[in-house]
């Protein structure tokens, strides 16, 4: 069955210091896997895709396969990085396969 | 612009009186997908479809129905609400393709009382 596991529901860390958003998931092919970020009372927007490894507002994530995991991470966090995040999974496409399974989300806050 | 509309934004309800939210996409996606968001619990997914006149339940299908007539357009429909079904709600869409993630809905704020 594919699961998204967030372990941590709140990441608090000062402005500046580095920050690592944990994401580990399960799935038996080769999945797809994802970043949003949902800031205060606004629409969910996705943030990362593994398949482009770009780097977006600092963050990036790399989809390590041995240890199924997809960690966001960004050196130097900010005042404005403060949100909830989520990572999300999709199989191979084809039927239902191509659906986003959602982790619970990781409240980062980033203290001045 | 593309996007992803829900109607309405907020709605207050009671008890048993039928609803439905309205979610329309103009980027022509073949995935369609309800979620609601609760505290502690994050994005569980009611019902998708993967493309007109096909759908399926999600993990929390109970009490909720849906339909695929057009492309565009994925109602969420509440025959009978109770509530355990306040919740903040969302509908997103997604073109099939390697790569592509969903867009979503502002989201719909409903409460049932």
């Known amino acids: 069955a594919q699961r998204v596991t967030q372990p941590e529901k709140l990441l608090s860390v000062f402005k500046g210091a580095p920050v690592e958003l944990k994401c580990n998931y399960s799935y038996s092919g080769s999945p797809e896997l994802f970043w949003y970020v949902q800031y205060s009372r606004q629409r969910l927007q996705l943030l990362l895709r593994?398949?482009s490894r770009e780097s977006i507002k600092g963050f990036t994530a790399d989809l390590n396969k041995g240890e199924t995991s997809f960690h966001l991470k960004k050196p130097f966090a900010q005042e404005e990085d403060s949100a909830m995040y989520y990572c999300?999974?999709?199989?191979?496409?084809?039927?239902?396969?191509?659906?986003?399974?959602f982790g619970k989300g990781t409240k980062l806050s980033v203290k001045p | 612009e593309a996007q992803v509309t829900q109607n309405p934004r907020y709605l207050i309800t009671v008890t048993g009186k039928k609803l439905t939210v309205t979610c329309s996409q103009n980027?022509?996606?073949?995935?369609m997908s309800w979620y609601r968001q609760d505290p502690g619990l994050g994005l569980r997914q009611i019902y998708y479809?993967?493309?007109?006149?096909?759908?399926d339940k999600g993990d929390v299908p109970e009490g909720y129905k849906v339909s695929r007539k057009e492309k565009r357009n994925f109602p969420l429909i509440l025959e009978s609400p109770s509530p355990n079904q306040t919740s903040l709600y969302f509908c997103?869409?997604?073109?099939?393709?390697?790569?592509?993630?969903?867009?979503f809905g502002s989201g719909t704020r409903l409460t049932v009382v």
């Open positions: 999300a999974l999709s199989g191979n496409y084809g039927g239902s396969q191509g659906n986003l399974i």
């Open positions: 593994h398949i």
């Open positions: 479809s993967m493309n007109v006149e096909v759908t």
């Open positions: 980027m022509n996606h073949e995935y």
């Open positions: 997103a869409s997604r073109q099939t393709g390697q790569g592509n993630g969903y867009t």
